[in-house]
């Protein structure tokens, strides 16, 4: 049985991520939730920069009673970590220089997830202006990188790889007003040799397809289902 990184790897199609913030979630609107998302879609992420204690946990079971599709667990911070999912994105956030989200969380984690059976798939994450305040942001006190400095983001992202990222993920933020641009997925998915991630701002399937045209091979979208659910309670 391949690992769920060597899923994505060894996809021969385009990849869809639908992310859900436990704490805009509720578990008695799970099929609901699932009969909503995209035919398209491969995978479940869930977190969010603040989440209440317990929720990530209780978002994973609902879920898992009601999809076949991998779980991956995508923490804004160590104590969301809950073995209930199927993987984890070990995020370190390339784009600041807060040493507490690019180590720190990390060093706090690894006992968890040492005793945990989550297959855990190291990925550089790199925000991106989206012309908003992000909650990446915000919690992180980290500034987002201008989407005009090209170069910046390429060498970035080719850093993570250097240090042994196995995923670069390129986040314009949740809610951005403007996703990642189009030049900025071409240039870093030429330079490096990875699965590039892209997500925040993508709420069309016109931007959707704009992101894998460029050279995306995951696209992440979140914000659209969520506004939908909070609607239909």
């Known amino acids: 049985m391949i690992s769920f990184y060597e899923s994505i790897v060894t996809s021969e199609k385009k990849l869809l991520a639908i992310l859900i913030d436990p704490d805009k979630f509720y578990e008695e609107n799970v099929s609901h939730f699932l009969s909503r998302i995209p035919v398209q879609t491969t995978h479940i992420f869930v977190g969010g920069s603040t989440v209440a204690n317990n929720k990530t946990e209780v978002t994973v079971k609902a879920l898992k009673k009601e999809t076949n599709l991998p779980v991956f667990l995508f923490p804004g911070n160590y104590e969301q970590i809950t073995n209930t999912a199927d993987a984890i994105l070990f ?25 945990s059976t989550l297959e855990v798939i190291p ?111």
């Open 123 to 233: 990925t550089g994450y790199i925000l991106i202006d989206g012309d908003n305040e992000s909650a990446v942001a915000r919690v992180s006190q980290t500034q987002p990188m201008p989407q005009d400095n090209i170069e910046a983001i390429v060498n970035t992202a080719l850093a993570g790889e250097y240090l042994g990222a196995k995923l670069i993920y390129l986040e314009a933020g949740s809610g951005a007003k403007i996703p990642v641009n189009t030049s900025i997925i071409e240039a870093v998915k030429k330079e490096i040799t990875l699965p590039l991630i892209v997500g925040g701002g993508i709420r069309t399937n016109e931007r959707k397809e704009a992101a894998y045209i460029a050279g995306a091979d995951m696209v992440v979208m979140g914000t659209v289902f969520e506004e939908e659910l909070l609607e239909s309670k």
């Open 91 to 115: 995020l370190s956030l390339l784009s600041g220089r807060n040493p507490e989200y690019l180590i720190g969380q990390q060093v706090k984690a690894v006992r968890m997830l040492k005793e």
